[in-house]
């Protein structure tokens, strides 16, 4: 079964960034892969952020942005707010066998 | 806009099949993929699987043989099956609407979730 690992936690100043990383077990990522982002906070269900590498959805903040960092899917938080404390996962997409959320990384904002 | 809402039994028993709804109002089931994602307390998520519209399935290979997951286009509702549960079972089910399109992927909206525990 193919693992899809990120960062398990980082901490993060307000106003700083921080970039989370996606990486497979099965090779490289790329746009075929079409990562997803997703927040999650205690008790809601995910808010999907970004989809296919680098779309934003409306509700998006400008903040927030995805792309490819070497072999890895990335998301980058820009001038990071207190309310962005939560726990991130990416979701990559393998064809046939569907898609595979990834560990998730718990961002804390201090 | 599109809302969709999960139901079923909140206590399973072990070795028996757990049975989950997710009724779609605000727009038609038709045209879109509908998925299942759990997660375990305290744990991360797990795509399950998704079907068309059209009845075509996708499951995760690992929980392939226990899953069936089906469609009622005229009643604007998807369900969930999944076989001989253990205690591993035990998570927060949520049901989800997927994009899959020359415009990108992605999942929204998203139910709110609902707490099923295998127990006896």
């Known amino acids: 079964q193919t693992v899809v690992t990120q960062e398990p936690s980082l901490t993060v100043s307000p106003g700083g960034t921080v970039t989370l990383t996606c990486a497979s077990s099965a090779g490289a990522v790329t746009s075929a892969y079409y990562p997803n982002w997703f927040q999650q906070k205690p008790g809601q269900p995910p808010r999907a952020l970004i989809y296919s590498t680098t779309n934003k959805h409306s509700w998006t903040p400008g903040r927030f942005s995805g792309s490819l960092l070497g072999d890895k899917a990335a998301l980058t938080l820009s001038n990071v707010q207190p309310e962005d404390e939560a726990d991130y996962y990416c979701l990559l997409y393998y064809g046939g066998a569907g898609w595979v959320f990834g560990t998730g990384t718990k961002v804390t904002v201090l | 806009q599109v809302q969709l809402q999960e139901s079923g039994p909140g206590l399973v028993k072990p070795s028996e099949t757990l049975p989950l709804t997710c009724t779609v109002s605000?727009?038609?089931?038709?045209?879109?993929?509908w998925s299942w994602i759990r997660q375990p307390p305290g744990k991360g998520l797990e795509w399950i699987g998704y079907?068309?519209?059209?009845?075509?399935?996708t499951y995760n290979p690992s929980l392939k043989s226990r899953v069936t997951i089906s469609v009622d286009t005229s009643n604007n509702h998807f369900s969930l099956r999944l076989s001989t549960v253990t205690s591993a079972d035990t998570a927060v089910y949520y049901c989800?609407?997927?994009?899959?399109?020359?415009?990108?992927?992605?999942?929204?909206?998203w139910g709110e979730g609902t707490l099923v525990t295998v127990s006896s």
């Open positions: 079907i068309y519209s059209s009845g075509i399935t």
């Open positions: 605000g727009g038609s089931i038709s045209d879109y993929y």
């Open positions: 989800a609407r997927a994009v899959i399109g020359d415009k990108g992927n992605w999942f929204d909206p």
